[in-house]
């Protein structure tokens, strides 16, 4: 069946890769601290090797009153207080990047509904030929044999078809000559692309900061969201938590009656 010879096409789960990350430039911090009496604040939180996007949010909370004296909260008792009191524009100063694969197209709609605090940059269906697309399964079909099998002939054709108009150059050949060969890919790749489903595999670059992160894992790491996006969310909090553990320290991982993992915390929308 040609479902099962393109079985290479179907992807069933995301890809999460964090590609930039912050570090902070510890001699500028200590120089300014220096000059005003501070520095052993500044002693005290390298010895004490904590997470660069978190370390910037405490030293961006603090200039606030310049309170950086030594006999203050602990770092983690400090951003705890940001949340619980919630001061959220102090972690907007925590910034992340990701590259996101193996996700479909109509995820990728849900995701950049996330403004505030967001940078992306995603695949071109225009400019990219999309003959090859792989296709991503809903997780409900995942375990549903005969509706996996129906989905794949159903995306195998929508496939076929957007070949099938791709490669028919009659309309773009009467085309005026001053169009570049690349004007005539993009037209042709835009008015094919429109019969591809929303289950097409995209790949798309964001960057985001500690207070929007926070936001979208709360109302997308949850039970009411989208299977794919959630499980988008509980993988891309698996790992920005190596990079902002303190920011998000409060998430708690459980369980819901239908057996998915999802983020509970105490300080929603700080
Ligand atoms: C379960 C679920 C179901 C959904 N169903 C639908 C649906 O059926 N149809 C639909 O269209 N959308 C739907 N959405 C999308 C939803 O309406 C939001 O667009 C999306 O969740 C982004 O949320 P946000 O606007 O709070 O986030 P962000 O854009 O990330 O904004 C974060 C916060 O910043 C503030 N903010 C941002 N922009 C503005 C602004 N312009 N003015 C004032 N304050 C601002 C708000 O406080 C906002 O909550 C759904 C979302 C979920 C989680």
Redesign the pocket.
């Known amino acids: 069946m040609e479902a099962e010879a393109e079985s290479g096409k179907f992807v069933l789960e995301p890809e999460v890769y964090v590609v930039g990350s912050q570090s902070v430039a510890t001699s500028a911090v200590r120089d300014f601290l220096r000059v005003r009496g501070m520095a052993d604040w500044a002693d005290m939180i390298w010895s004490e090797g904590q997470a660069s996007a978190d370390v910037l949010c405490e030293i961006a909370g603090r200039c606030c009153y310049m309170s950086f004296g030594r006999n203050g909260r602990t770092h983690r008792a400090y951003l705890s207080h940001i949340k619980e009191s919630g001061h959220g524009s102090v972690l907007e100063h925590a910034v992340i990047s990701f590259i996101i694969a193996g996700v479909s197209r109509s995820l990728t709609h849900?995701l950049v509904?996330?403004?505030?605090?967001?940078s992306y940059s995603q695949l071109s269906q225009r400019f990219v030929d999309e003959s090859s697309a792989r296709f991503v399964a809903p997780p409900a079909y995942i375990d549903q044999p005969n509706l996996l099998s129906r989905w794949k002939l159903a995306v195998t054709s929508a496939l076929r078809l957007y070949r099938l108009l791709r490669d028919d150059h009659s309309s773009i050949q009467n085309e005026p000559q001053r169009v570049t060969s690349t004007s005539k890919r993009k037209i042709k790749n835009g008015a094919s692309r429109s019969v591809l489903p929303n289950a097409t595999e995209t790949i798309i670059f964001c960057t985001v900061n500690g207070r929007?992160l926070r936001?979208?894992l709360e109302?997308?790491a949850?039970p009411?969201?989208d299977d794919e996006i959630r499980r988008l969310a509980m993988a891309m909090y698996y790992q920005a938590i190596n990079v902002m553990p303190e920011i998000l320290g409060d998430y708690v991982v459980r369980t819901c009656e239908r057996g998915l993992k999802y983020l509970h915390t105490d300080h929603e929308k700080v």
Do not use: K, L, M, T
Not at 113 to 118: D, N, V
């Open positions: 849900e509904r996330h403004r505030a605090g967001w929007a936001h979208f109302r997308r949850n009411d969201a």
